[in-house]
């Protein structure tokens, strides 16, 4: 559920257009054959048809013994059906078994059931012997029997393309004797992030520093979106710098994010070097917080760069609402953005005219049904409260206002979709 398109500030493009031009301007990457384990949570790019039935032959459910059923019909405790036991089938034995009338095969979970036998006895209801059994227990004809291909046929369409390969998914292929699987890879993400002020966690910090904290946040937030990222060292506010190290980069990228220097001061870099190359657009949304965007293309590879801006709510705020679909998108993964739910507004907010605001809250659901309440302060530099966030409430461009107990849109985090 994508929310309503609203009107956008004038001069400003709506959130809407930007995330159009961006996964317009995208398309999936390539796939190719993995092994089970790399393609975990990725989309199977094929049609996925059982080589084999599942069981591929008759087995035991049971450690027990397997009889004719008419051989042990009646049994009980005072009056026990006692049997020759003629053999002994385990799972993974080669050995195959005929059973003749009046006799009995001891036999373990996951073995063939011999030919002949049509039921097996739990050892539990019998006294276990080795050279002759007594059962004391009747059971159904055909009790713990397993037949073969009850749960899969050969042929049968076991996933189509664009299944998710979650843990059961994989379970089965790896059952059906599949050890890869074509699908596409994970995006390799590079997160860059630019100021001469920023220093990295454990340096000392002085008056006039602080620390890095966005490419950390915006690298785990790549690989919670199924991304493989890579964190570079910071990058000072020098053009010669910053395209020194984005060319170092592009080998590994298949999408490059960086953080800050797209405002419209004398130290934005990021904007300085990127325009002169004339592929990366860079614009203002109507949104709050995240006005200054920019996305294109970079290297002789083209390799796609989103570039968001560096208060860290900001930086956040815009990978949930472009980079998520671009990566999901980068995939093939649907749906490309996280739906919106619904929730009970617990507190009044206010909203700037012309502008999608999303306002840092807490979700939450109990007997009365889902409540959200706006946590911390609007400043797009509070990342305290943001951590305290598990949500973002989505008011759309046309509202100014929302009153508590209103139904509000909600974006819920951290939540698999």
Do not use: W
Request: proline share 7%; hydrophobic share 40%; glycine share 10%.
């Amino acid at each position: 559920m994508a929310p309503a398109s609203g009107h956008a500030t004038e001069g400003m493009l709506s959130v809407e257009d930007h995330l159009r031009n961006v996964l317009e301007r995208l398309g999936p990457l390539q796939p190719y054959d993995q092994s089970l384990l790399e393609a975990f949570d990725l989309p199977v790019c094929e049609d996925i048809e059982s080589p084999i039935d599942l069981p591929q032959f008759t087995n035991s459910a049971m450690d027990g013994y397997a009889v004719r059923h008419a051989d042990v019909e009646g049994a009980t405790d005072d009056r026990p059906a006692v049997l020759p036991v003629v053999g002994e089938s385990a799972a993974g034995s080669a050995t195959s078994y005929a059973l003749s009338p009046g006799s009995a095969i001891k036999i373990m979970t996951g073995a063939p059931v011999p030919s002949g036998a049509d039921t097996v006895i739990p050892v539990e209801a019998t006294d276990g012997g080795d050279g002759q059994v007594a059962v004391y227990e009747d059971r159904r004809r055909g009790a713990h029997i397993r037949p073969a291909a009850e749960d899969v046929r050969v042929g049968d369409l076991v996933l189509e393309e664009g299944a998710i390969l979650g843990a059961r998914e994989i379970g089965l292929l790896a059952s059906l004797g599949r050890s890869h699987i074509r699908a596409r890879p994970r995006p390799r993400v590079v997160v860059m992030s630019t100021g001469s002020e920023l220093r990295e966690p454990g340096q000392e910090v002085g008056a006039d520093t602080i620390y890095d904290g966005n490419s950390y946040m915006l690298a785990a937030a790549a690989r919670a979106a199924g991304a493989i990222s890579y964190r570079v060292g910071i990058v000072p506010d020098s053009p010669d710098d910053f395209a020194a190290a984005l060319s170092d980069q592009l080998v590994r990228a298949d999408l490059v994010v960086t953080s800050g220097g797209v405002s419209m001061g004398d130290y934005d870099v990021v904007k300085e070097t990127l325009s002169r190359l004339g592929t990366v657009d860079f614009v203002q949304i109507a949104m709050q917080p995240g006005k200054p965007q920019g996305f294109g293309f970079v290297g002789d590879e083209r390799t796609p760069i989103l570039t968001l801006p560096g208060n860290p709510v900001s930086a956040y705020v815009s990978f949930e609402v472009f980079g998520v679909p671009a990566l999901r998108r980068m995939m093939g993964r649907l749906p490309y953005r996280r739906p919106l739910v619904q929730a009970m507004l617990a507190e009044d907010i206010a909203s700037p005219d012309g502008k999608r605001q999303y306002v840092r809250a807490h979700f939450e659901v109990n007997h009365r049904g889902a409540k959200v309440t706006p946590v911390g302060g609007s400043g797009s530099h509070l990342i305290g409260g943001l951590a305290g966030a598990n949500a973002l409430i989505v008011v759309d461009e046309d509202e100014t206002a929302l009153n508590m107990g209103d139904t509000a849109n909600v974006l819920v985090l951290d939540q698999n979709f």
